[in-house]
């Protein structure tokens, strides 16, 4: 009777997926941009090799890149917020990455008691800490925002001769120093956190983020009238819309348009225009 030694030997198999076109795409001219975010397919290569990004970029799908800076002393955007505004863009195949320390960037910045839109001095703006703060690499790749104390525009989005329509339980005169909330501009976006302006309001630091996140890719109010107005009401349940921001309690959501002959496709519209660019 023969004996027989069995051995076995332990193999470990690798197996990678290469989602980018044959040549490689660091030849490509950075016009190429498969998914139409507004990221090319280079740029989209090199986010995904970036050892702190670790893969979160996509050549087939639309990624929107967000680094996110926070005052010293001011309170950081919470982790239920950041769940709550991904999950919508995710639920209209739209990819959000919050960078606020985890992949290289963002983080706490000197503190200063007012952001200016306008000033003659520009280290007191947005765009002053964004040149500061913002990691340059990502120029054109990220869109910056901001969590700061008070935030100052001289003109607020809303015409001057309001007051036969402007709503009586209005805790503050927002024509009185022009504190607002936050505002925007191409690509960066700042968020007021003073609970002064927001103790009376139903609205919170989260909504009031994707409300101007909402502004960076693309929904302005020439794109359609109820963004930053008090036009429309439940026609349009937008936190585009003033009416929603100021009186919907822990809403996030933009609109799909299915909702009033008057309303508007929110998330259609950024699919669709997302890759004019950051």
Known sequence: MNNYEHRYEQFTFRSYVNYFPDPDPLDFDHE??????????????????????AGRAHPFRKDVFVEVDWMEGVERLSDEAKWRIGTRFYENDIWLHIDDGKMGGGGEVPYLSTIYNNHDNEALTLDGYQDAYFTPEREGLFRYGLMADYVYHDNP??????????????????????????????????????????????????????HELGHTVGLWSGVYEGIDSWRFHDEYPSLM????????????????????????????????NLHEGI
């Open 157 to 210: 989005g809303w015409p001057l001769d309001v007051d036969d329509w402007w709503p009586d339980w209005f805790p503050w005169d927002p024509f009185e120093g022009r504190n607002v909330l936050g505002f925007a501009s191409s690509g960066r976006f700042v968020v007021s956190q003073r609970r002064d302006l927001l103790a009376d309001l139903t609205t919170n630091p989260g909504t009031v983020f994707m």
């Open 241 to 272: 819309s003033y009416w929603t921001l100021w009186t919907r309690s822990n809403f996030y959501n933009y609109s799909d348009g299915t909702n009033h002959e008057d309303d508007f496709d929110d998330w259609g519209y950024i699919r669709e």
């Open 32 to 53: 190429h941009d498969a998914s139409g975010d507004g990221i090319s397919d280079a740029d989209t290569y090199w986010l995904s090799n970036d050892e702190l990004v």
